[in-house]
Antibody, heavy 121, light 107 residues
């Protein structure tokens, strides 16, 4: 059974930093791209970042480029999102999702349960 | 950036009836289109990919159609568990983009 478990969310002051993690199991992690998507309360889904499995190619939404860094440890089956210079508009539930394949843009076939980030003073 | 526009924003349908949700892309995305279902407090679930392919665990009452820039998600006979928010998403190019969602509610 494929499982994705996010952790690391919480309350952070504007300008602060936070690291999200996503522990994956039930599939060969290194063979798949992995993606972060956020859901702003009362609004829709927003793609944040994707990282390829074998070659580690990264892509970012313009709204987070230069502030967020996606990374992965294929030996630990874990995906990360290092977030810095956080803003109120980054407040959202952050989902980790598995790409259906690797090395390109793909639909997201499995999702974690999400972790809530609140940016507020 | 490819803009995805869903209509209507809210659709009111009675259980047992058919629902058709629309999604339009700002340019051709061939068939690189996915549909997701999201219920309150839950993660999104992939319903359709490749515009019309269905994962094995998705019921046959869900079907997708379209290509280029116009797409439709059809639910043939609505069950109580189908009332949720539905999102389309293009994966033709970066950045990946979602529609704003259609809320399917009980009439």
């Amino acid at each position: 059974e494929i499982q994705l478990l996010e952790s690391g969310g919480g309350l952070v002051q504007p300008g602060g930093s936070l690291l999200l993690s996503c522990a994956a199991s039930g599939f060969t992690f290194s063979n798949y791209g992995m993606t972060w998507v956020r859901h702003v309360p009362g609004k829709g889904l927003q793609w944040v970042s994707t990282m390829g499995g074998r070659y580690g190619t990264t892509h970012y939404a313009d709204s987070v480029k230069g502030r967020f860094t996606i990374s992965r440890d294929n030996s630990r089956n874990t995906l990360y999102l290092q977030m810095s210079s956080l803003r109120a508009e980054d407040t959202a539930v952050y989902y980790c999702a598995k790409d259906r394949s690797d090395n390109s843009a793909w639909p997201l076939d499995y999702w974690g349960q999400g972790t809530l980030l609140i940016v507020s003073s | 950036e490819i803009v995805m526009t869903q209509s209507p924003a809210t659709l009111s349908v009675s259980p047992g009836e058919r629902a058709a949700l629309s999604c339009r892309a700002s340019q051709s995305i061939t068939t690189n289109l996915a549909w997701y279902q999201q219920k309150p407090g839950q993660a999104p679930r992939l319903l359709i990919y490749g515009a019309s392919a269905r994962p094995t665990d998705i019921p046959a009452r869900f079907s997708g159609s379209g290509s280029g820039a116009e797409f439709t998600l059809t639910i043939s006979s609505l069950q109580s568990e189908d009332f949720a928010v539905y999102y389309c998403q293009q994966y033709y190019g970066w950045p990946l983009t979602f529609g704003q969602g259609t809320r399917l509610e009980t009439k």
